[in-house]
């Protein structure tokens, strides 16, 4: 990750902060920043969505592609997860250098959307597919990066529009597909089996959730877990040399399914709230 | 646990209304000039017998020369200013500082007063000792001793009377832009909130609990043990905030704003001074009251 040199006085100073359970920016441990959502901010992606946490600011554009389904899973969609770290985040990402993190973070991802049924991606069994491109990109480093993507891939999904299929014929081997040439006649996802991530960091014998850059570089070890709607888990990474003792990780697991079901809920009534402006509401991006 | 999500549609516009009429922006093409006799200053350039800016700002003209100053900028030093920077790379008798200028700065061995505080020769024992004092990622306070000919700067942290440079200790370090820093008398300031605060020319600003001036003189050693007291604690995030907010609405910074800011934010909770709409009213309100001074 893309740590800030810190000295150990203020290490100490932050450490002490969370012990008494007032942070940096007054937040107590299980407050987040305020975070600003839009989505569709990208016109030629089928879905986009843009999420600013503080200063981590993350674009997500979603493309859709026809594809051949893979032949040990005949009857279902795909769904691949791509980072790019710009350089404009941090000079670190210059060049290869976000390279291990792109990747890190996608493999995490992937692994953590396993619950997204990828049926209804199917036209054709065997023959043809939807496959989704996520293209994550990070602007800024603010820290928090799981949690924000996690909310940001969710919003861009949930803003895809998939196109209509409406006939596919089969001529010898090959499928001929026909796709509807309304622009708007097109279906969208289910996102309640999308997880969001919570991302807690170990600080001193504290957890703490959405940690900034510099409490980051405090934190020995931090536990992400993925949370559905619905309060499962879909998945638990541990970050960092640390050890979590076992009876913390419980606890910790705990927290982060409450406050993944509450985040969960919050970005879908963010999300209705946005839907409800209408398809004419007024796209902002990045100027105003 | 709280958190919000809010969308773009709700975002606010940090700009806080003044009775000043806005000067004239120039964008980088723009031409500033056509008449002849002009000289061309920094952020400017020439091009078919005009004079056109190479930089987004404001024009700022001297008798014959017309220079262009940039709205975002790097931190240029001046002779004098008081920077607070951290510490990137240990040299040959240097250190090399981090102060959000192009180039990184320099504060060599023989700038500094050593523990001890007696004239001593800069011997090979001090060199060796260099890392004890200062090492990677250490933050001081310092002052521009000298601007070199590639404009880096050189830095030294002899103290004078009652103003103390050198290593910083427990507190927190702000980032706004260089430009934000209002140039005073004096940029160490011991705030009746109670709380401590240095205000870098470079745009870092430091801030501390009280420093007593009893402590040692050049101190190197920092004290890790005494955790800060909640209640102080509060004081500096509030002031960290209320500064992060005048800082959005670009809001002068120095101790009577700051001060104004810190009593304006006294009606919300450290954590709602997070909010978007807290800061732009506590920005609001500082700015009226800075008008009534005037």
Known sequence: ?288 | MAHSIRLASERVDFSVPSDKAPPQLFTPGMVISQESGFMRGHGTYGEDDSIKASVAGIVDRVNKLVVIKPLKSRYNGEIGDVVVGRITEVQQKRWKVDTNARLDATLFLYSVNLPGGELRRRSVEDEQMMRKYLTEGDLISAEVQNINSDGSLSLHTRSLKNIKYGKLGQGMLIKVFPSLIKRQKTHFHNLPCGASIILGNNGFIWISPVINAEEEHGGFTINLEDAVPKSVREVMVRLRNSINALAASKILLFDTSIQYAYDQSKKYSVVELLNPEVMLDVAVMTQHQLQMLE
């Open chain 1, 1 to 288: 990750m893309a740590s800030v040199l810190l000295n150990d006085a203020e290490k100490t100073f932050i450490l002490h902060g969370v012990e008494v359970d007032l942070r940096c920016d007054g937040r107590r441990r299980g407050d987040y920043r305020p975070m600003e959502l839009e989505t569709d901010v990208v016109s030629t992606a089928s879905g986009s969505a843009r999420l600013r946490l503080a200063n981590t600011d993350i674009l997500v554009g979603v493309k859709t592609e026809i594809d051949v389904p893979y032949p040990e899973n005949p009857e279902e969609g795909k769904l691949e997860f791509f980072v790019d770290c710009s350089a404009n985040a941090t000079p670190a990402f210059e060049g290869r250098g976000g390279e291990d993190l792109a990747n890190e973070i996608s493999s995490r991802l992937s692994r953590a959307y396993q619950s997204l049924p990828l049926a209804p991606l199917c036209i054709v069994p065997k023959q043809a597919c939807w496959k989704l491109y996520v293209d994550i990109l990070i602007l800024e480093c603010g820290g928090n990066f799981y949690d924000a993507i996690s909310l940001a891939v969710k919003a861009a999904l949930f803003n895809t529009r998939v196109p209509q299929v409406t006939g596919s014929f089969l001529d010898g081997g090959s499928v001929d597909l026909e796709v509807s040439d309304d622009p708007f006649q097109c279906w969208r996802l289910d996102i309640t089996k999308a997880p969001v991530l919570v991302t807690l960091s170990k600080i001193g014998d504290n957890c703490v959730v959405d940690p900034t850059a510099e409490e980051e570089t405090c934190s020995v070890a931090s536990i992400v877990v993925a949370v559905l709607d619905s309060g499962s888990l879909t998945a638990v990474i541990k970050i960092g040399e640390g050890s979590v003792h076992e009876q913390t990780l419980i606890e910790t697991i705990k927290t982060a399914q409450k406050i993944g079901v509450e985040l969960n809920s919050s970005l879908m009534t963010a999300l209705n709230q946005e839907e409800s402006l209408g398809p004419k509401r007024q796209r902002f991006g990045f100027l105003k």
